[in-house]
C-alpha cells in the first residue's frame, strides 16, 4: 500500500526553527510537495522537490534524499502567521498525488 | 483572476437527497480534481478529469459521480447523500496533467454536512 507519515502535531515558539518530516512509501516517485493549509483555509503550495537534497525559498527550506524515502521541511525565524497544518505530499507512477494527514504547527509567543 | 472557485461554501444536507458541488475555474488549466478531506486523514482523491470531455476515479469514488462538459465547469453530484459523505470537499486545478512539473491550485472549499 502507499502510505505517508507525518507527526500530527508540533509546538515551536516565534523566532525559533522548526523541522517538519515526511517517510513515505508509494508506488513510484516522481516529486514530493509541501502545502501550507491554515484552518478552515485552501491548501497553498510552499515546495516542491524531485531531486535529492536542499531547495531554499526565503524562511522555508525542504529538503529530499529518495533513498531513503524522506522529507523535512524546515521554517526559519518562525512567525505567528506560520501557525497552520503543512501537508506533504507524493506524486506516484501515475502522476496521482498522495497525501500525508498534515502536521498542525503551533507557534507560541 | 478569481482563481477556483465553489458554490456553495458550506451546506446541511438531508440522508438521501441529492446535491451537486460546483466548480469553475478561470485560468484554462486542462486537469481538474475533487478531493474530500477529514480529520486525521490526508486529503483523498474522489475522481479527476485530464482534460475536457474525459473523467476518471480516484481513490474513493463510490456515491459521487462528476462531468467535464467544458474547460471551466468541474461539478461534483451526490446521487443519494449518506452522513459518511460528511466532509470538507476542495476542488483543484493543474495546467497540465501527467509528469511536467506544475503545482495543484485549491479552490476555498465546501463544508457539507449529511444528517
Known amino acids: 500500500g502507499q502510505n505517508i507519515d507525518q507527526p500530527t502535531e508540533m509546538t515551536a515558539t516565534e523566532g525559533a526553527i522548526v523541522q517538519i518530516n515526511c517517510t513515505y512509501q508509494t508506488s513510484g516517485f516522481n516529486g514530493l510537495f509541501w502545502y501550507q493549509q491554515h484552518a478552515g483555509e485552501a491548501p497553498t503550495f510552499l515546495s516542491y522537490?524531485?531531486l535529492d537534497g536542499l531547495e531554499e525559498k526565503g524562511r522555508f527550506s525542504s529538503f529530499l534524499s529518495r533513498s531513503k524515502g524522506y522529507s523535512y521541511l524546515l521554517l526559519k525565524e518562525l512567525q505567528m502567521k506560520d501557525s497552520a497544518s503543512y501537508l506533504c505530499?507524493?506524486?506516484?507512477?501515475?502522476?496521482?498525488?498522495?497525501w500525508g494527514a498534515g502536521t498542525k504547527l503551533i507557534i507560541k509567543p | 483572476t478569481a482563481g477556483i472557485t465553489q458554490a456553495p461554501t458550506s451546506q446541511i444536507l438531508a440522508a438521501g437527497r441529492s446535491m451537486t458541488l460546483r466548480c469553475t475555474q478561470d485560468?484554462?488549466?486542462?486537469?481538474m480534481y475533487w478531493y474530500r478531506q477529514d480529520l486525521g486523514l490526508g486529503l483523498r482523491l474522489i475522481h479527476y478529469?485530464?482534460?475536457?470531455?474525459?473523467?476518471g476515479k480516484g481513490e474513493v469514488p463510490d456515491g459521487y459521480s462528476v462531468s467535464r462538459a467544458n474547460t471551466d465547469d468541474f461539478p461534483l453530484t451526490l446521487a443519494s447523500a449518506v452522513p459518511s459523505q460528511t466532509s470538507v470537499y476542495f476542488c483543484?486545478?493543474?495546467?497540465?496533467?501527467?509528469?511536467?512539473?506544475?503545482?495543484?491550485?485549491f479552490g476555498p472549499g465546501t463544508r457539507l454536512t449529511v444528517l
Open positions: 505530499a507524493v506524486w506516484d507512477s501515475n502522476y496521482q498525488l498522495i
Open positions: 478529469s485530464n482534460t475536457a470531455g474525459t473523467t
Open positions: 485560468m484554462r488549466h486542462n486537469a
Open positions: 522537490n524531485v
Open positions: 483543484a486545478s493543474r495546467e497540465r496533467p501527467g509528469g511536467s512539473y506544475n503545482e495543484q491550485f
